[in-house]
Every structure is written in C-alpha cells, then in structure tokens.
C-alpha cells in the first residue's frame, strides 16, 4: 500500500507516543486517493462504511498485529462521511471515527484563552456533551502545553490512553478531541505523557462533576442551565440592606441520628432553608462546595472547582438547594478558594510535568501552614481558570455572591514566611502584584457581567482599599470581614466584669475606622474551633452570667455598623467546640425555656427587628448613621449609640457590660421624644432577669452627655437595650 506512515511512526502511534495522531488517524488524501487509517487493538477485521448508502465501501488492511489498519478507497476523490464496522472475537460493532473530526476550538475562543480574558472559559475547556455533524458524543478539552501525548481515557476505551489520543493545538497547549457515543455519568480522567515522560493520571480541572473521596475520576455531565439574575436579589445584597449572614457547614450543619451520615442537598432544601427562614437571617453562606479530597479541609483545599462536591448529591440537587433558597426569599454566598490548591497527584500539581499551575520557586509556590501549592496568578490560563470558576458559579447555579478565603495569603508575597523565605515583587517589595491584578479584574468582572452580586474579603490586615473599586486603586471587593473588631469585642467579652473597665477601648476602637472600609462583622467557624472554645465557653462567669454576657454581646453587635454574619450553632449558644465530623448540639434546645432556646429566640428577634428599623443597617457606611451618646463611662461599662437612617428615624442602643443593675442612668438625646423598649437582652423571654424600662420612657428636660435633653433608664446587668424613638 502506498504513501503509509512510516513504521517508527506507527510504532509510536500504538505505543502512545505520537504527539499528532490527527495527522496519522482518519481519512487523508494521499496523491489523487483517499487513505483511512486507524488505530483498534484487539478488532480481527475493519471495514470503512458509507453514511450515505449504509454500505461498506473497502475493508482495511492489518498493517500492524497491534492494531493499525489502513486501506485506500478504490474510486474516491473527496472526502466523504464515514464509519467503521468493526468485527470484535465476539461481536461486530459501527462506531464513529473520533479521528474523521475537524479541530473543535474556534480561533476567537483560543485568543481569549490564550490571553486570559475569556468570561467563560467553562464551555470550551472540559467535557461538553454536544451533537457534530449529527452525531451523539462528548468534546474534551484540557490545557497542558508541555504534555507529550494527552488521551482521554474511561470504560469506553478501557481506560487505555494508547487508543484514543488527542490533537494538539500548538497555538495555545490545548488538547482537544470529540469522542462519539460517550455518554452523561460516564467518568473519564486525561492520561498524560508529560514534559518528562512519566504517564499520569489526572482529573478535569474543568469536570462539572467528580467522583467523591477517596475515588477520583471525573464525571462527564451537563453544563448547568444559565440562572437569570433577579432585581430582587440584587437590592439584598446592597450596602443599604439589612444583610444578616449565617454561615454553614453543610456536613455538619444537621446529620441522620441513627447513623451520623450527611443529610442530602433534597433533606438540607428542605430543613435548613426553613430554618434560616424562621430565624430571620437574610443569606446563607455555604463553607466551600467545590470537591476536596479530604473532610478535614472542610472544602478549603479544593481539587474539583467546577465540581459541587457530591457529599450530599448531584450537582443538579445542589442547584435545586440553591433555588429553594431563592424561593423562600433568602440569598446564598459561598466560600470560594482561590489562594491555594492541594498537591494530591491526580489533581493541577506538575499537570504536565511541569509547574504549569502553581509557581515553580517553593518560596512563591508553597504554602507552609496549609501544605498546598500557591496559584500562580501571573499566568493568563491559570487567571482565567479561576475567574472563569467565579463567574461559573454566579451564573450557572444563581449564587449571589462569593466570600474569598485567605486574601491576605494572595496578596502578599512573605505572608507566614520568615526573611529569605519569600521572592520580592519585580520592584523589591512585598505585595504579589500578580495576585492583586487577579483581584481586581475578577471583581470588575463580575461586577459587571452579573450586577448585584457580591464577593466578601476575608483580609487579615489592613490592606488599604479591599472594597475600593479597581479604577481607584482597590481590590474590587464589595464587602469585607472585620477581623480586628471580632478580636477586639471578644477580647473585652472574655474578660471578668470587673476588668472591663480597664479596657473599655476595645468596644470603641472599631469605630475609629468603620468606614474605611464596607464591614461585615463576623463571628464565623474560624472562632470555635482548634481550641478557641466556644463563643459562649468564652464568657467569664457562672452558667447565669455566661448566658447573659453572650445576650448583651449578640445585643451590641447587631446594633453596631456592619453587616452581621454568625456561625451555626452560636445562635443558640451551643457549649462545645464545633466538630466537622458531626451534628450541632440540637439536645440542648429540647428545653423551650432553658438558656440555649433563650438565645436562639434572641437571636431570631435581633435579625427581625434588624430587618424591621431601617436605622439599624440603612447607613452602615455613611458617618451620619452613627452617633456616640456614651462613649467614656468605663467605670460602669456602659455603651451608648444612636443609630439613624436616611429618613431621620433614630434607634438608640445601650450596653450595660457589668453584672450591677444601674437605676436612674441618665442619657443624652438629642432628640426629645417617647421611646419605646423595641429589644431587652435581659427579658425573660430570653431567660434573663426582667429588668427594664416597662415597655416605654420619654425624654426629660434634663441637659445630659451634651445634649439639651435626656433619658433616665434602668439599664439590666450584662444586658443591651434597643430604643425607638416614636412619631
């Protein structure tokens, strides 16, 4: 036969080791004739098959025992549409010819890709069930420049990566082949020959579905569907909406009492959502989603970031999770991990044998705390791969906004490292000016392709502008966590009362710098775990003041500028540490009128009387919203603010931080008025000891604090008192 690959040429073609087996594979003309040639080890006989006349038109010679057939079409000139009747030892079989497809890739999408500002790099990249030129398969697709060979490999081949390899497109390191009659649920993982010659055995970085631990493969599966964006929605996320956060571990959150096993997405659907209704938060915000190889992680060491894990279902559960949370009038934020990836072998570590997602210096690449590799941000496909994952996850499951872990960890280049530990900027300095570029373009980007959403810092120092935008030199953020008033208000909580007075600034600071930034004040998993205790564990007192200490706390803060956000558990003051591996401690609200269920019917009335009074949240971030009464009474401990919103209508909190009642304390308005006890920490109703004000007090003529006029309270011990002012 003429014009047939050389023998070498073949050899490395069966052996896996042809870089272009497009060029070998298929049909071709070959001087005026067309040759099919094809690689099926095991078949005893191939024949070519016309499509459109269903008949064989020449039978393919055995060139090679190990599986290569080839043969010239007697009297064809063109190229035609073809299949292969392929006789088995035991059966006989039509298939397509993966190789008899043109290149998938368009050139605009393998620009953007290239240059990193594909929006949705998730619908070329991965697996895509499609239909080509009428026929039924999967495309594959995956980034590995340096790679020697790329198969794709699963049951349909018999996992053998010598069969069905891919084509390269040279212009971008992207690998690519279209595999009729592969079907959705199939897994499949990419068998790489790489920059050194070693196979490996990887997961889709791009999988929408993956195998949980401890197996590994992808799962072929459908792009979700588009989730429309709702003006509704959109105005709850708004820095002038009452944003009240509880935060979940949806492993942990609730679990099957008589074998410890997760609840399904279906079951937390129905029994979380309904609960976080019934409390009054505004948001849910999940711990991370995307698939991780080890439960300990709690999903901050991800593998799988196009993947909801599937713990507790299918990604189709997880997205119906997400709509009835919608339904019921509730937004959903979720924990996204950006700064750090594990190093687990079937995952992005050395893809191709090379340091093709993580930086290859240890000193940029490796994080010492967490034992994980480090993104490297500078890299166009790897940018793109991370804020295509952020998009994907606003528009394809209707997340309404992303909570980014660790940013201080991103953004500086010696966070946790000693001197001569970490490789300075092109500058000399500190900041990872690569992973600040991410930063903002990211935010700008989904800022503008999905408005209203929302992502949340969680930076740990005070990086100047987190929620600037990028055009006046910030990250981009729209929201970001107040670590230094969480340590600074449990601080002064853990102390005895009788120290308080020693520290009464701790309570105050926070508002020295409150609107440098769009806070959120959170008490999340991070503060009861790795024996921090509990928040309640950490109250100073017997069991009476350790319960009323938490209530006035809870009091103070939801009065305070910031958005709210609690952990589970803390709501109703659970006693031990959380633990990721089981339940909350549901028990201990079997008693309507014990202490736990006393603080979680609080905790329910601070978020709807939060929601209710427009002050309490209207201009968290405008000076005009807040008004120190009290500010310098240490020796009591007492607190005293005003809260207001754009209308005028004012609310004023008072904390009274000792266990001593204070009768006739005289406060400072400045406006003259009758204002009703709308909230007291100290109510029975919350197992305290009923002190107050008897549901309404009017201002006295009485100059006070600087103002004209005053009120005389009775303030209950350990307790915070709401105010509104009538008419």
Not at 521 to 533: A, C, I, N, Q, T
Request: overall charge negative.
């Amino acid at each position: 036969m003429s014009a047939l690959p050389e023998q070498n040429v073949i050899n490395q073609v069966i052996c896996g080791n042809y870089s272009d087996p497009f060029s070998i594979l298929g049909m071709h003309k070959v001087a005026d004739m067309l040759q099919v040639r094809a690689l099926l080890p095991d078949a005893k006989e191939v024949w070519v098959v016309d499509c459109k006349t269903n008949k064989k038109v020449t039978r393919l010679d055995c060139i090679d025992s190990r599986g290569f057939f080839a043969a010239v079409i007697p009297r064809r000139k063109n190229p035609f549409r073809y299949q292969l009747a392929v006789i088995w030892a035991d059966s006989t079989e039509i298939i397509e010819d993966p190789y008899r497809f043109g290149p998938l890739l368009q050139d605009i999408d393998s620009w953007l890709l290239a240059e990193g500002t594909h929006l949705r790099p998730y619908e070329r990249l991965g697996a895509h069930l499609m239909s080509l030129d009428g026929v039924e398969g999967v495309s594959f697709a995956v980034w590995a420049p340096n790679a020697k060979r790329v198969s794709v490999v699963g049951a349909f081949n018999f996992w053998d990566g010598r069969r069905q390899p891919m084509r390269l497109r040279k212009e971008n390191g992207i690998w690519e082949v279209f595999l009729p009659g592969v079907q959705a649920g199939q897994l499949y993982k990419y068998e790489i020959i790489d920059s050194n010659g070693n196979i490996r055995l990887k997961a889709d970085p791009y999988a929408f579905e993956a195998q949980m631990r401890p197996e590994t493969a992808s799962l072929i599966s459908p792009l979700p569907d588009i989730v429309e964006n709702s003006p509704i929605r959109q105005k709850a996320n708004a820095l002038n909406a009452p944003v009240s956060i509880y935060e979940v571990h949806l492993g942990s959150w609730r679990r099957h009492t008589e074998n410890n096993f997760w609840l399904s997405y279906g079951e937390l659907a129905e029994q979380l959502v309904d609960y976080v209704k019934y409390m009054g938060f505004t948001h849910i915000e999940l711990l991370p989603m995307s698939e991780h190889p080890f439960d300990g992680s709690w999903g901050y060491q991800p593998l799988g970031m196009y993947a909801p894990t599937r713990r507790f279902g299918t990604p189709q559960d997880f997205r119906q999770f997400i709509e009835k949370a919608h339904q019921a009038g509730l937004n959903v934020i979720l924990d996204w991990v950006p700064g750090h990836f594990p190093s687990d072998e079937y995952g992005l570590a050395q893809f191709d044998g090379t340091a093709l997602y993580e930086y290859a210096d240890p000193r940029e690449g490796y994080h010492q705390d967490w034992n994980t590799l480090i993104y490297n941000y500078g890299r166009n496909e790897v940018r793109n791969y991370l804020a295509g994952n952020a998009f994907y996850w606003l528009e394809r499951f209707g997340i309404d906004g992303l909570r980014i872990d660790a940013v201080a960890s991103m953004i500086y280049r010696d966070y946790s490292r000693a001197e001569g530990e970490w490789v300075p900027n092109q500058y000399g300095g500190r900041d990872n000016l690569e992973a600040i570029s991410f930063l903002r373009y990211t935010n700008h980007t989904l800022g503008v392709e999905r408005p209203g959403a929302v992502t949340l810092a969680e930076e740990s120092t005070d990086y100047p502008g987190v929620t600037l935008p990028p055009e006046a030199n910030g990250l981009g953020f729209n929201y970001k966590w107040n670590l230094g008033w969480m340590h600074d208000t449990l601080n002064y909580m853990q102390l005895d009362p009788v120290h308080r007075k020693y520290h009464h600034n701790l309570m105050t600071f926070g508002m020295l710098y409150a609107y440098t930034e769009n806070f959120v004040l959170p008490l999340s998993h991070d503060e009861v775990v790795h024996g921090k205790r509990s928040i309640l564990d950490r109250m100073p007192g017997d069991a009476w003041q350790k319960f009323a200490n938490l209530r006035a706390y809870y009091g103070f803060m939801w009065a305070h500028p910031g958005k709210k956000l609690l952990f589970m558990g803390c709501e109703f003051a659970q006693g031990r540490e959380w633990n990721f591996d089981t339940s909350l401690d549901w028990h201990l609200l079997d008693d309507e009128n014990g202490w736990h269920s006393g603080v979680q019917r609080l905790v329910r009335d601070l978020n709807h009387c939060y929601q209710d009074n427009a002050p309490l949240y209207e201009l968290d971030y405008q000076p005009e919203g807040f008004e120190w009464l009290v500010v310098d009474d240490h020796e009591n401990s007492v607190f005293a603010f005003l809260r207001r919103d754009a209308a005028g209508n004012e609310l004023i909190a008072i904390s009274n931080f000792t266990p001593v009642p204070r009768y006739n304390y005289r406060v400072g308005v400045p406006r003259a008025g009758r204002y009703r006890e709308v909230l007291n920490t100290d109510s029975t109703y919350y197992c305290g000891s009923n002190l107050g004000n008897q549901g309404a007090i009017d201002t006295q003529q009485i100059g006070s604090h600087n103002q004209d006029q005053s009120l005389s309270l009775t303030l209950p011990p350990l307790a915070t008192l709401y105010l509104l002012r009538e008419g």
